[in-house]
């Protein structure tokens, strides 16, 4: 790759990553309408253009590898646009192994990596489709075609006007006069009533507008329909339509199945709005700016981050300003303190916008990350001979940029596991009463705070016997503890290291990895993962995500002489603490909360702090955490209040302490860890490793 700055870069990646994301998407769009029995054209022809567009960037940017990929791909997409190869399943197969292919070769150009990508039997696939093409002989001599109107289509539109000859279908001519001031939107609606019938094909004006105010159009179109039900249809009176009549058939001469050289005549050409070119003008007038026609620009992550720190240390200047106030007043300075009051509203309420405006830019759409999820469905079902339906609702759920990048694996393990797992084989549907073909629903959706994700099959279920004794077997429990679990502890079992019910491991999946590798990435993400399975029904899994992990909204508390922080968006309320209302069901203390039982966990003691004399005669909280379906009370001994906080890691060293998401600045200079509550209600609430740990260490 050529040498560039690290900006042009960037903007190469982006822009390379963009296309390569819109023709899979092409792809998977063609693969729905092989399945369906239908064929839109304009979905090959979109995709021919995608990879045009990457060759030129390529060329541009001097990625060879990418460029020669791109060149390849462009010969079979053109030969399939116009009809010389067929598509179909091996076909599209060879072109979603091409859309991997640039993935590969666009990671290794990013890193700046010479190795060898094996791409070899790629482009032998290639090579074999296009030695495959056939020309096709004209069937348009068959029709009273204008020669002038022949002379100015496309090599597409040539394709296609062959393609609906040979499809029996009847050509029409259709004359309408269009208002220039509303041509675009009424000649899209023209297209879209045509649809119902048949194709347009082309059009171009006429010449022949009654006044400077209109323009004449003559449409191209094949149908199947008669004259009369199109008139009935699409006639008015500014439409004219007349049938194209076939010509005798010659053997020689004028007609005999070739199109006349493509060239611009007189009549000129229409540009994409339909609008004529002035013949005189060489169509300089037309272009009567540079501006671009996008509103958007490409920002890369980091520098948001950047910005949102400098927010985040903004916000501990305002909550130092409203300390600043309050002690004035007490001072009995009140006319200062009154203004520095209002200047320090202000100065909230603009920080908030600034706030809010840095996460809507970092917000983007979960339909990014299921877009690819459905590329794999595809690679996989065909791998494992299972046909597989996914259904996708709430792409358009919006979550930080960050957490979607760190959703890809997760969520990939998860669609492998019930495609290999999950649903049973195509026959063995059938015997139970179930359609052939097995479905997996993939749902997201904004609850609060928080973006929920639903994976489900409808496959077999969890087989819970055959977990336990393998869970057994592996020596993670003994089993009085498996008999003593209740079933929401034992479908858990599946995210214990190396715990597999498959007896063989294959190349999808069952070598014992996996799922414990999703719990333990959604929990870095701040999230936790529910399990729920009905046998010979399916299995869903729910992960629970904040929406953004930049500057967040937390509680200050008090646990023994420490001051700790915990997100809002994990808090669902704080209730005083009653010592009396404590009771113990399992070795675990529990109080009841409006007829529910809520598990108790006493911080001091979790992180071994030191305990205050007076704490017992001290007037304490409960902090309700919850996550999902999971809650946990946090005993604390004092709540500080709401505070806008920007988490910052922790550092290599203090990374394997659990229960602590990271640390942040406080109002007063001070230093406060940051509790992980959706670590410390899967640790508690698992009850595993209980043993209190330090905070001492932590802080530091």
Do not use: W
């Amino acid at each position: 790759m050529a040498e560039l700055s690290d900006k042009a870069r960037e903007e190469f990646f982006s822009e390379a990553q963009e296309i390569i994301e819109t023709l899979s998407r092409n792809l998977l769009s063609l693969d729905q309408s092989i399945k369906a029995g239908t064929s839109d054209p304009s979905l090959i022809n979109e995709a021919f253009r995608a990879v045009h567009t990457l060759k030129g960037l390529a060329g541009l940017f001097g990625a060879a590898r990418l460029g020669a990929l791109s060149h390849r791909l462009e010969d079979v997409l053109d030969d399939l646009r116009l009809g010389r190869v067929e598509l179909g399943q091996d076909v599209l197969d060879v072109l979603f192994g091409a859309v991997e292919a640039y993935t590969r070769i666009l990671q290794a150009e990013k890193a700046d990596s010479d190795e060898e990508l094996d791409v070899e039997q790629l482009f032998t696939e290639l090579e074999r489709i296009g030695a495959s093409a056939t020309e096709h002989e004209s069937p348009v001599a068959g029709y009273e075609l204008d020669p002038g109107l022949l002379a100015v289509l496309t090599e597409y539109e040539e394709h296609r006007l062959r393609a609906n000859i040979d499809l029996q279908m009847q050509l029409y001519r259709l004359r309408v006069q269009f208002d220039l001031s509303t041509i675009d939107k009424v000649l899209e609606e023209m297209k879209q009533r045509a649809k119902r019938h048949g194709e347009i094909i082309t059009y171009l004006p006429t010449g022949e507008a009654t006044s400077a105010d209109t323009i004449e159009l003559d449409l191209l179109m094949a149908s199947r329909d008669d004259l009369a039900t199109l008139i009935g249809s699409l006639g008015a009176d500014n439409v004219v339509i007349e049938e194209i009549p076939r010509r005798a058939r010659r053997s020689t001469g004028a007609g005999s199945g070739t199109l006349p050289p493509r060239h611009q005549t007189a009549l000129g050409r229409p540009d994409s709005l339909g609008m004529q070119r002035d013949g005189d003008r060489g169509g300089l007038e037309q272009a009567t700016s540079l501006r671009s026609l996008t509103q958007t620009v490409r920002v890369d992550i980091r520098k948001l981050d950047h910005l949102m720190n400098i927010v985040g240390e903004l916000a501990i200047v305002r909550s130092a300003l409203g300390r600043v106030a309050e002690k004035l007043r007490g001072e009995g300075q009140r006319k200062l303190a009154t203004e520095l009051q209002r200047l320090h509203r202000n100065f909230d309420r603009r920080l908030g916008e600034m706030q809010d405006g840095i996460l809507e830019v970092r917000m983007v759409p979960l339909g990014q990350v299921f877009d690819r999820l459905a590329r794999v469905v595809r690679q996989i079902s065909r791998e494992v001979g299972k046909e597989i339906r996914l259904v996708i609702t709430g792409a358009e759920t919006e979550i930080d940029k960050l957490i979607v990048e760190e959703l890809s694996d997760p969520l990939m393990h998860m669609i492998r596991n019930a495609i290999d797992h999950g649903i049973e084989q195509g026959q063995r549907r059938v015997e139970v009463g179930k359609p052939l073909a097995g479905t997996i629903a993939l749902n997201a959706f904004q609850k609060g705070n928080h973006v929920m994700i639903e994976v489900e099959d409808d496959g077999r279920g969890i087989d819970l016997a055959g977990l336990t004794e393998k869970a057994i077997t592996l020596g993670k429990l003994s089993r009085s503890e498996a008999q003593e679990m209740s079933r929401d502890e034992t479908l858990a079992l599946i995210f214990l290291p190396g715990l597999s019910t498959r007896e063989t491991a294959d190349d999808v999946s069952g070598r014992g990895v996996g799922m414990d590798i999703v719990k333990t990435n959604i929990s870095k993400l701040g999230g936790v993962i529910d399990v729920h399975s009905e046998t010979g029904i399916g299995t869903k899994m729910t992960i629970t995500l904040p929406i953004t992990l930049a500057i967040v909204s937390a509680l200050l508390i008090q646990a023994g002489k420490h001051t700790l922080a915990i997100p809002l968006s994990s808090v669902s309320e704080a209730i005083a603490f009653e010592e009396g209302a404590v009771r113990l069901v399992d070795g675990r203390e529990v109080l009841t909360l409006r007829g529910q039982t809520l598990p108790l966990c006493r911080l001091d003691r979790l992180m071994a702090l030191d305990i205050a004399p007076d704490s017992a005669s001290r007037r304490r909280f409960v902090v309700v955490a919850a996550l999902g379906q999971r809650r946990l009370g946090l005993v604390v001994d004092f709540l500080y209040g709401q505070e806008d906080i920007v988490i910052k890691p922790l550092g290599k060293s203090l990374a394997a302490v659990r229960g602590f998401a990271g640390a942040t600045e406080l109002g007063d200079q001070r230093v406060g860890l940051v509790l992980d509550a959706a670590g410390l209600i899967e640790e508690v609430l698992a009850g595993v490793d209980t043993a209190p740990r330090s905070l001492e260490r932590a802080s530091g």
